[in-house]
Each structure stands twice: as C-alpha cells, then as structure tokens.
C-alpha cells in the first residue's frame, strides 16, 4: 500500500469522517496533505530584508522590536507573537501579542489607512505574562492568551478605547490561541502541553465573555464529545486532569475557524488537526511523517478567503507554509538568517492583499531583536 493510503487509513482509524459544507473540495478521506508545487511557484533569492518570496511578492518592515513604530510615539513590544487583522473603516488595524514573562507582556496595535501606511501605533494591554497566541471575535475583539499553567485569556479593544478585561470563566491553564464560532456561539481553546486538551467555552450571552460554561473533547470508544470542565480555575487540579476521557493534544499551539471547522496544530508531533464541529469528527489535516514534507514547528495558523491555510514555522527553516484545498502543502516563504527565532502572527488584512507575520527574535536572537513584516502580492482569490 502507498504512504499516502498507509496515513489515510490511520486517519480514518483514528474516527475521521467526510467533511461536509467545508472550505475543503475533498473529504477527509484525502487527508493529510502532501508535499507539492505551491500556488505561487518556487521561491526566489532573499530580498533586501531576507525574507525568500514566490515571484510578484515584495516584503516591508512594519516594526521593530524596542525601537519606536515609524512616524509613531510608540515602542513596539519584544518578542511580537500571535496576530490579527481588524476593519477599521477603509484601513485596517495589526494587533500583536508580547509573549515575555513577569508583568512583561501585553498587545501592541499597528493602524494603517486604506494605503497601508501607518497612522499610529499604541498598546492595548499590559502588565500580563507570556502572551502568545490568541484569537479575534465577531465582535471586533481580540483574546489574547497567557501561556502559563495558571494563565488567563484577556479580552482587549483593538482600537485602545475600552480597557482589557480579563475573562475568568474561560479558565485558567496553559492557553495558548483561541478560536471564535458564530454558528454554535463557542470560542474554541488550545492548550500548550504534551498533555493538553482542546477546549470550548460556551458563553452564556453571545457576544459577552462575562460568564459561561468550559468544556473540554473527550473520545470515549472512538466517539467524540464535550463535558463541563468542573473547576475552570484549575486549583488544586489542573483543567486538564479533571474530565476522565479527555482527549490528548501534544502542546497545542494556533488555531482558526472558517467554515464549521477549526483548524489547530500540535507542536509535539507537527500536525494540523481539523476540527468539524458539525459532523463533530476530527482529522489529520498535515502529518510530518511523509518524505520530504517541508512543515516543520508548526505554530500559529490561518487562513485566505480562498481556503488556504497558512502555518508557520516555530523554528526549523523559518518558513510559512500554505497548504491548499486541493491537499498540497508547499513552503510560502522563508526568512533567511534568523535561525535563532520563529515565525508568529500571520494574519491577512481585509482586503485579502497583505499578510503580516512576525520573526519573534529577528537576527540577534533576543527578545529585543523581534521584527514584525508586510508581505504584499498577488494572493489569489479563486482557485
């Protein structure tokens, strides 16, 4: 039997089934996706910033870590992480977490008009610890999440007018991105360890993150399911120790949500999981084990209009890979001469035209060498 059937096979072992009504144009059957030519052709030299783009794609700084935003008052954070794009009339707005320890993280927020040029630059969120990944809501907010064993989920005004809030009833464990479902009003949690689970919060009111129920997946004889997380706080039992059957994760790192799916990877074993919450099954989406797989420190994960998912790299070539409907996964972009960092962050305007992503240490390798970068070209918009 091919490798391909071979991971197939263990796929639907595992309890997937066909997807429907999903951005993906096959079913699960055709999971995980392989390497093969991108949509965008063969990346070319290193531009003047360093960063390998496909022909027709050029790259900009947008901010630079310890350094003032240009034409701003404002320092841009160390150690950029997890990102999003918010409308803001014609222009937009990149926010960007903190991910330093010890009251030193935050969020920082970039505005741009309808040119892409920067108008301002502020905070939106201060004094928190490791906040890495997170997630925008319908709502216009972002989750920024704390990665530690006793860490919260703060909710922040992209525009820097309402004060952060901090959500308690979301849980307090190692989180690490969230993930917004209009259609079952759930926000979707990963959590960052070996043993970590995937979680949803189910708020009381949509819209108000105030108060609601935690659960957590569980998979009882191949059959998946959620149960109530009995203490969300997680004292003296960590969340994910307190529902027999929960299902294992190792290290849970991005995830998005488009089209009754959530996507999400798992670092330990450098896959990207997808979630149906309709069918309510779950999939391998990339699995590494596969001969010149180019996907490696899967992390932060998103998505185009047009159905490609972006992962990018926590370390290994310094890579965002796409991996597209049609089951092909192929390197988008590679920044050169910066192996000590990781990629983090990826997030496309409005518009579609223009992805921002961060190299967390940059070139020197320290939390003050963080880099924050436009990337501008012709991203598709059909398939």
């Given at each position: 039997m091919e490798r391909r059937s071979l991971l197939r096979a263990a796929v639907l072992g595992a309890g997937a089934a066909a997807f429907s009504g999903s951005l993906w144009r096959q079913a699960a059957v055709a999971y995980p996706a392989l390497p093969g030519p991108g949509p965008y052709g063969a990346l070319q030299p290193a531009d003047a910033n360093g960063i390998m783009l496909p022909s027709g794609f050029t790259s900009r700084v947008i901010a630079r870590s310890a350094k003032k935003v240009s034409g701003t008052n404002h320092t841009w954070h160390r150690a950029p992480d997890g990102g999003a794009c918010f409308a803001d009339g014609p222009g937009w707005i990149y926010v960007s977490n903190a991910e330093m320890?010890?009251?030193?993280?935050?969020?920082?927020?970039?505005?741009?008009?309808?040119?892409?040029?920067?108008?301002?630059?502020?905070?939106?969120?201060?004094?928190?610890?490791?906040?890495?990944?997170?997630?925008?809501?319908?709502?216009?907010?972002?989750?920024?999440?704390?990665?530690?064993?006793?860490?919260?989920?703060?909710?922040?005004?992209?525009?820097?007018?309402?004060?952060?809030?901090?959500?308690?009833?979301?849980?307090?464990?190692?989180?690490?991105?969230?993930?917004?479902?209009?259609?079952r009003e759930v926000v979707y949690l990963t959590e960052d360890k070996s043993d970590g689970c995937f979680y949803r919060f189910v708020p009381d009111t949509w819209g108000d993150l105030a108060s609601g129920t935690l659960q957590v997946l569980r998979e009882v004889s191949g059959t998946l399911s959620w149960a109530n997380v009995p203490d969300p706080d997680g004292s003296p039992t960590a969340t994910r120790h307190q529902v027999s059957g929960a299902r294992r994760f190792n290290g849970g790192e991005g995830c998005h949500y488009r089209n009754d799916i959530c996507y999400f990877t798992t670092k330990g074993d450098n896959r990207v999981w997808a979630y149906d919450a309709s069918a309510n099954t779950l999939a391998v989406v990339y699995d590494d084990n596969v001969a010149g797989a180019p996907l490696t420190g899967v992390d932060n994960i998103t998505a185009a209009d047009v159905g490609d998912l972006y992962v990018a790299e926590d370390g290994g070539n310094m890579e965002i890979c796409v991996i597209t409907p049609g089951d092909v996964v192929a390197p988008f972009l590679r920044v050169t001469g910066q192996s000590s960092s990781e990629i983090t962050g990826p997030a496309f305007n409005p518009g579609g035209n223009r992805l921002y992503f961060s190299s967390q240490r940059g070139t020197s390798g320290s939390s003050r060498g963080g880099i924050t970068y436009e990337i501008s070209g012709p991203f598709r918009t059909s398939l």
């Amino acid at each position: 039997m091919e490798r391909r059937s071979l991971l197939r096979a263990a796929v639907l072992g595992a309890g997937a089934a066909a997807f429907s009504g999903s951005l993906w144009r096959q079913a699960a059957v055709a999971y995980p996706a392989l390497p093969g030519p991108g949509p965008y052709g063969a990346l070319q030299p290193a531009d003047a910033n360093g960063i390998m783009l496909p022909s027709g794609f050029t790259s900009r700084v947008i901010a630079r870590s310890a350094k003032k935003v240009s034409g701003t008052n404002h320092t841009w954070h160390r150690a950029p992480d997890g990102g999003a794009c918010f409308a803001d009339g014609p222009g937009w707005i990149y926010v960007s977490n903190a991910e330093m320890s010890n009251g030193g993280g935050g969020t920082g927020a970039v505005r741009f008009d309808s040119g892409g040029n920067v108008t301002d630059a502020y905070p939106i969120l201060s004094g928190t610890h490791r906040n890495c990944a997170g997630g925008a809501t319908p709502w216009n907010t972002w989750l920024s999440c704390e990665e530690v064993d006793t860490g919260y989920v703060y909710e922040t005004d992209p525009w820097g007018v309402n004060a952060a809030v901090r959500r308690d009833a979301m849980g307090r464990f190692n989180h690490e991105a969230a993930a917004a479902d209009p259609v079952r009003e759930v926000v979707y949690l990963t959590e960052d360890k070996s043993d970590g689970c995937f979680y949803r919060f189910v708020p009381d009111t949509w819209g108000d993150l105030a108060s609601g129920t935690l659960q957590v997946l569980r998979e009882v004889s191949g059959t998946l399911s959620w149960a109530n997380v009995p203490d969300p706080d997680g004292s003296p039992t960590a969340t994910r120790h307190q529902v027999s059957g929960a299902r294992r994760f190792n290290g849970g790192e991005g995830c998005h949500y488009r089209n009754d799916i959530c996507y999400f990877t798992t670092k330990g074993d450098n896959r990207v999981w997808a979630y149906d919450a309709s069918a309510n099954t779950l999939a391998v989406v990339y699995d590494d084990n596969v001969a010149g797989a180019p996907l490696t420190g899967v992390d932060n994960i998103t998505a185009a209009d047009v159905g490609d998912l972006y992962v990018a790299e926590d370390g290994g070539n310094m890579e965002i890979c796409v991996i597209t409907p049609g089951d092909v996964v192929a390197p988008f972009l590679r920044v050169t001469g910066q192996s000590s960092s990781e990629i983090t962050g990826p997030a496309f305007n409005p518009g579609g035209n223009r992805l921002y992503f961060s190299s967390q240490r940059g070139t020197s390798g320290s939390s003050r060498g963080g880099i924050t970068y436009e990337i501008s070209g012709p991203f598709r918009t059909s398939l």
